[in-house]
């Protein structure tokens, strides 16, 4: 079955650009959380969404990063004026509400190098 | 969440068990156990998942020390194919809407 897909897989920017990296969720996830991570640490946390609420969003590093899911299904993670400090691994992942420990399901990643 | 400890990395021979401790002396009494791992170029993924009884799967087995203090992921038959980073990683109640807080994980390598 389709598991999490992120596109794009890889994404370079330029210092200043403005970037929108895409996350589709296994179908009828509810949940869904997006995570930075950088080279050679653990993810860390950015945003929560249940549906179309986003219901945390205390790990967005700045401002500049935005996330959304409209209609509670497809999430874009947008970062205005790219940092070097931005070059990471973002990750996606969804869960459902039920289920014994709500596992979340994980996407490959968009990788992000800012120049 | 409560913090864990896990070895930066450990080595292991192909078809070996391995054993990958985690020691988590500050969990609370609500707080689940869970392992995911993280192989290369790939976004983690879920392994296993405890609260006070061992756990086993059809990828692991998961021994709770019974003063919750310390778990130990239990890989059978190490293969090639294990090496990853594996993060315990402590997750208050079972709610979905939990975030997971990864630590820096024990690197697993495998020797052939």
């Known amino acids: 079955g389709a598991g999490v897909s992120q596109s794009p897989r890889y994404k370079v920017a330029k210092r200043g650009q403005d970037v929108a990296l895409r996350c589709d969720p296994i179908?009828?996830?509810?949940?869904l959380f997006w995570y930075q991570q950088a080279l050679g640490q653990g993810p860390e946390f950015l945003t929560y969404?249940?549906?179309?609420?986003?219901?945390?969003k205390s790990g967005l590093p700045s401002d500049r990063f935005f996330a959304e899911r409209p209609e509670g299904s497809v999430s874009t993670l947008k970062i205005q004026r790219t940092q070097q400090e931005d070059s990471a691994v973002y990750l996606c992942?969804?869960?459902?509400?039920?289920?014994?420990?709500?596992?979340?399901?994980f996407g490959p990643g968009t990788r992000l190098t800012v120049l | 969440d409560a913090k864990t400890t896990q070895p930066n990395s450990m080595e292991s021979n192909e078809e070996e068990p391995v054993h990958l401790p985690c020691n988590h002396s500050?969990?609370?009494?609500?707080?689940?156990i869970h392992w995911y791992r993280q192989l290369p170029s790939q976004g983690p993924e879920y392994v296993i998942h405890g609260l006070t009884s061992n756990v086993n799967n059809r990828m692991a087995s998961l021994a709770i020390a019974e003063d919750r203090k310390s778990s130990t992921l239990i890989l059978h038959r190490a293969t090639l194919r294990d090496a990853a980073v594996y993060y315990c990683i402590l997750r208050a109640g079972n709610n979905a809407g939990n975030m997971l807080t990864f630590g820096g994980g024990t690197r697993l390598m495998v020797k052939p």
């Open positions: 992942a969804s869960s459902t509400p039920e289920g014994l420990g709500s596992e979340q399901f």
């Open positions: 969404f249940q549906n179309e609420a986003q219901l945390d």
């Open positions: 179908s009828g996830h509810v949940s």
């Open positions: 500050t969990i609370s009494g609500t707080d689940y």
